[in-house]
């Protein structure tokens, strides 16, 4: 969303609805409109749903573009009442495993009706890679048309460098089950025990901390792993060699592409959209400790064997474009 407000649209004013907070403040900062609302979880259903409203009421605009979940119903459920108004959503969550977003199948067959009833208001769907597309298909039940349009990236100049007195892994995710970091830290053990020099770190922020923290302890790895919290991406992309991500799932992971494109090695799980990120060489099942030790060192060292971004990846412009060809399709 900053990339598409930060590129711009040459035929649509765009204005942001959302919450006061981070996401406003950045927005602002690049000179966008904003209308900062009591919208969302904190404010409840029905301020959500007032605030949408007065807004649309207010600005009359000709497309409202959702993004997440509870905007996806709160905008369906508001648009109704506006047969004017082009309705498209933006898809980045869904999962092929219930189990990652729901506690029991029941709710996840309960959030999949609904899903299936307010995607019949919508004018346009968006699927942010062909996995998150055929997930929508089979779990929604989706009849309309699908665009797929990745997250766009601009391509950098890198000169990444070759450190032979040291191997340094990077994490960047929230700290939680569904990341499986747990099985991150036993294949580090493993490759700490062929290559002393190795450490990890493990950004981020999240409510495994502590339990991943006790397992650091307990592999007996304290002086080589570090949970240093939030921190800049692209500085810590700068100063290791390899990136892991075990995720359960993935969409289109931004954290993934920027990896790629600032030439660092890269190990990830072949599930959602990764695969059409990552070769296959550059993927591995959680469970295969031994695998994924082998492509960290591997990487390390010889740059030939990392990954490159597809010359047909898109950029944050044509990115951009891609979705003001959907608007023009729907008005």
């Keep these: 969303m900053l990339d598409v407000f930060n590129v711009g649209m040459k035929d649509y004013r765009l204005v942001l609805f959302c919450p006061e907070g981070l996401l406003a403040e950045r927005v602002r900062a690049m000179g966008g409109a904003v209308i900062a609302a009591d919208f969302g979880p904190d404010f409840g259903y029905v301020k959500s749903l007032r605030s949408l409203d007065a807004t649309i009421r207010a600005l009359k605009p000709a497309i409202v573009h959702s993004h997440l979940a509870y905007a996806d119903f709160i905008a369906a459920a508001v648009v109704m009442r506006y047969p004017r108004v082009s309705l498209v959503s933006t898809e980045h969550g869904i999962a092929g495993d219930d189990e990652i977003y729901h506690s029991n199948t029941v709710k996840a067959g309960v959030r999949a009706t609904l899903h299936h009833a307010r995607l019949r208001r919508n004018d346009a769907l968006i699927?942010?890679?062909?996995?998150?597309?055929n997930e929508m298909r089979k779990k929604w039940k989706v009849s309309n048309d699908i665009h797929v349009?990745?997250?766009?990236?601009?391509?950098?100049?890198?000169?990444?460098?070759?450190r032979t007195e040291s191997l340094r892994v990077l994490s960047l995710s929230r700290l939680a089950p569904e990341k499986r970091i747990d099985q991150l830290i036993l294949a580090f053990k493993q490759l700490h025990d062929e290559r002393p020099d190795a450490t990890l770190t493990i950004a981020g922020t999240g409510p495994e901390k502590d339990n991943l923290q006790r397992l650091v302890d307990r592999e007996g790895l304290a002086s080589f792993v570090e949970f240093p919290g939030f921190v800049d991406a692209d500085m810590a992309m700068k100063e290791h060699e390899?990136?892991?991500?075990?995720?359960?799932?993935?969409?289109?992971?931004?954290?993934?592409?920027?990896?790629?494109?600032?030439?660092?090695?890269?190990?990830?799980?072949?599930?959602?959209?990764?695969?059409e990120i990552l070769d296959k060489k550059f993927l591995a099942g959680a469970d295969d400790p031994q695998r994924i030790s082998d492509l960290i060192s591997g990487q390390a060292i010889h740059l030939e064997k990392r990954p490159r971004l597809a010359l047909s990846w898109p950029s944050k412009a044509s990115m951009t474009a891609k979705i003001?060809?959907?608007?023009?399709?729907v008005l």
């Design 127 to 133: 699927a942010v890679s062909e996995s998150t597309k």
């Design 149 to 162: 349009i990745p997250n766009g990236v601009d391509r950098v100049d890198f000169e990444p460098l070759v």
């Design 242 to 275: 390899v990136l892991v991500q075990l995720s359960s799932w993935e969409n289109c992971s931004y954290t993934l592409l920027d990896a790629v494109n600032n030439g660092l090695g890269v190990v990830a799980t072949p599930v959602g959209g990764n695969p």
């Design 324 to 329: 003001e060809e959907v608007y023009s399709v």
